[in-house]
């Protein structure tokens, strides 16, 4: 992992909280800290029906994250979560494995940055 990767989440973050939340550092205190409390499941819905072998399933955890993910950031953990969707619509349980190890590095790396942006922007 990269620190210019995270770099680049910290950049979208401060893009994000003027387009998506109108300035609101409140409530993108209230939506940051909703994520992080929250994205465990969304990861294990995945992680599950990928082990399922569960294509609907991951077709419907992929995207219900996908969305929570967009308050947040339009970066490569969008595009990796477009090719599951991808790998889910054509059952290629074959690339789901490797794509899902991407996922999580792209969300460690989300996740340091909010983390990073939340101790450095939000005050209590």
């Not at 910290?10 to 994520?35: P, R, T, W, Y």
């Not at 409390?37 to 399933?57: L, P």
């Not at 969707?85 to 054509?90: D, G, S, Y």
């Amino acid at each position: 992992m990269s620190s210019s990767d995270k770099e680049k989440y910290l950049q979208k973050l401060h893009e994000h909280k003027d387009s998506i939340f109108a300035g609101s550092e409140n409530l993108m205190k209230e939506c940051v800290d909703m994520f992080l409390q929250t994205y465990e499941n969304h990861i294990e819905k995945i992680e599950s029906s990928i082990q399922r072998t569960d294509f609907n399933g991951l077709k419907d955890a992929v995207h219900k994250y996908k969305g929570s993910l967009k308050l947040f950031t339009d970066g490569m953990i969008i595009e990796v979560c477009k090719q599951l969707e991808q790998t889910a619509q054509t059952q290629n349980g074959s690339k789901s494995g490797e794509l899902f190890q991407e996922l999580m590095t792209e969300n460690d790396l989300l996740c340091q940055a909010l983390q990073e942006y939340s101790s450095t922007h939000f005050k209590g």
